[in-house]
C-alpha cells in the first residue's frame, strides 16, 4: 500500500533524476549547515476519508480517498540569481513531478502550483489516490448438523 514515506522516496528519486548528484535532496528537516542547491521535501495537511457505500450491506472491503499534498522547497545555488534559477527549477518540476512510482504503482501529481519567497521556491503537488482496506470476515467456529431420513 501507498504511505506518505513511500511518495517521499518516490519525489526523492524523481528529483536526483532529473537535478543530478549536483543538488542535495532531504527528506528530514535540518536546522543549518546544508549546501546550496538543495530540495527539502515535506508532506503538509495529508488526510484520509471513508467513502460510504451502501450502508445497510456489510463491507469487507472499506474504500478510502488519501490526500497528499506536499511542499518542495528549493534552495538555490546563486543568491544573485537565484530568482531566475528557481523559476528554471520550477519549471522541471512542473515536468519530473507529474508522475512518480511509489511501491510499484504510478502516481500522478495535481494542482501543481509554485511561489518563490525570500529567496525560496516553494513548489506545491498533490498526490492523491484511492486506498482499499480489507477486513477479515468472521467465521463460525463450529457447525455441526444432525442429519436424520424421515420414514
Known sequence: MIT????VEAVGAALNAE??????????????????????????????RQLLGNANRHVLAARYYRENRFCIQYFPRDENNGRRESYGAAER?????????????????????????????????????????????TLMEKLSRDVSKKR
Do not use: W
Request: glycine share 6%.
Open 93 to 137: 518540476l512542473f515536468e519530473c513531478l507529474e508522475e512518480i512510482t511509489a511501491d510499484d504503482d504510478i502516481v500522478r501529481g495535481t494542482d501543481m502550483n509554485f511561489e518563490y519567497t525570500d529567496g525560496i521556491l516553494s513548489f506545491f503537488v498533490s498526490y492523491n489516490f484511492f486506498a482499499y482496506k480489507t477486513r477479515e470476515p
Open 4 to 7: 506518505v514515506n513511500s511518495i
Open 19 to 48: 537535478f543530478g548528484d549536483g543538488c542535495t535532496v532531504y527528506a528530514e528537516e535540518i536546522k543549518q549547515g546544508f549546501e546550496t542547491p538543495c530540495f527539502f521535501i515535506s508532506c503538509i495537511n495529508p488526510s484520509d
